[in-house]
Nanobody
Framework: QVQLVESGGGLVQAGGSLRLSCAAS????????VGWFRQAPGKEREFVLA???????TYADSVKGRFTISRDNAKNTVYLQMNSLKPEDTAVYYC????????????????WGQGTQVTVSS
């Protein structure tokens, strides 16, 4: 399918902002739905948000109004803009891709990046 590499994670104080990038390679990337998941220590991996090739987006209630997803097909890159960060946003963030979005379950996404750590202090 496609290969994904995340970057942009780091340490930020509560209320701050951070932008994550997901660089992709492979055929027909622009036709894939790309989503972001996160996993905190001792927790199950959870869906955050996703963006289809047609422009439709889906957000988890916990990040609505704070997180925004976008993509630049010319650069084969998807971005996750995170604003008003909270300590509970601390997790390893993963980007993932699927040809057709059937659900927001991790098992329905066939391509995954290695993850990038986001830590929100205070």
């Amino acid at each position: 399918q496609v290969q994904l590499v995340e970057s942009g994670g780091g340490l930020v104080q509560a209320g701050g902002s951070l932008r994550l990038s997901c660089a992709a390679s492979g055929r027909s990337f622009s036709t894939y739905t790309v989503g972001w998941f996160r996993q905190a220590p001792g927790k199950e991996r959870e869906f955050v948000l996703a963006l289809s090739w047609s422009g439709g987006s889906t957000y988890a209630d916990s990040v609505k109004g704070r997180f925004t997803i976008s993509r630049d097909n010319a650069k084969n890159t998807v971005y996750l803009q995170m604003n008003s960060l909270k300590p509970e946003d601390t997790a390893v963030y993963y980007c993932a891709a699927t040809r057709i979005l059937r659900s927001t379950l991790s098992a329905d996404f066939g391509s995954w990046g290695q993850g990038t750590q986001v830590t929100v202090s205070s």
